[in-house]
């Protein structure tokens, strides 16, 4: 595994976040030389790769080339494996392919087996639901954690539509619809 930086872990991890692969923004903290320096050393390593802006999607720029090309920083697969992240499905950046009228379809998510998410998962996708108290007593986390996992990884990152209905004896009951 490539010996990493905290700051270099940094930026590749908000990288493999974004849907677009983009490394920029860079973190505030990091500027002028220091940046340089630093993404020099991603690209010599092969984690980062310049590649050409679409300036009809705004793409971030990085820098100009010498012949005055707008290049922006994109993340490889090399520095998906180097921060422990598989990637979804091979991403070149394609300025011509982008400004198609259709995005393009993403693979679809799946949490890994045997995780507390994915308890989280079968216990809402029982035919009578879950109460957070029910989720909480299984993976151990606590409500405000269950509703931020509900929002941000159940309903944003894997697409999954999740209700809540009252129940007269049990509370609240979430259910993956």
């Known amino acids: 595994m490539t010996k990493l930086s905290d700051t270099q872990s940094i930026i590749l991890s ?16 990091l500027k002028g030389g ?7 050393a991603l ?3 092969g984690l980062l790769k310049e590649v050409r802006t679409n300036r009809k999607l705004n793409d971030p720029v990085w820098r100009e080339t010498d012949d005055g090309r707008l290049v922006t920083l994109v993340i490889t697969d ?11 499905e091979p991403k070149e950046h394609a300025p011509e392919k982008a400004a198609a009228t259709k995005p393009a379809a993403t693979k679809e998510r799946k949490p890994r087996e045997g995780t507390k998410q994915q308890q989280m998962i079968d216990l809402l996708r029982r035919p009578k639901g879950a109460t957070l108290a029910e989720i909480a007593e299984v993976t151990a986390w606590q409500q405000h954690t269950i509703r931020g996992a509900m929002a941000g990884a159940l309903k944003k990152k894997l697409g999954l539509t999740i209700t809540s209905q009252k129940d007269e004896s049990r509370g609240r009951v979430y259910k993956i619809a």
């Open 14 to 29: 908000a990288a493999s976040q974004r849907t677009d692969r983009f490394a920029l923004p860079l973190p505030k903290s």
């Open 34 to 40: 220091a940046a340089h320096k630093v993404v020099a």
């Open 43 to 45: 690209v010599a390593k």
């Open 78 to 88: 090399a520095g998906l494996a180097a921060i422990g992240v598989e990637p979804d």
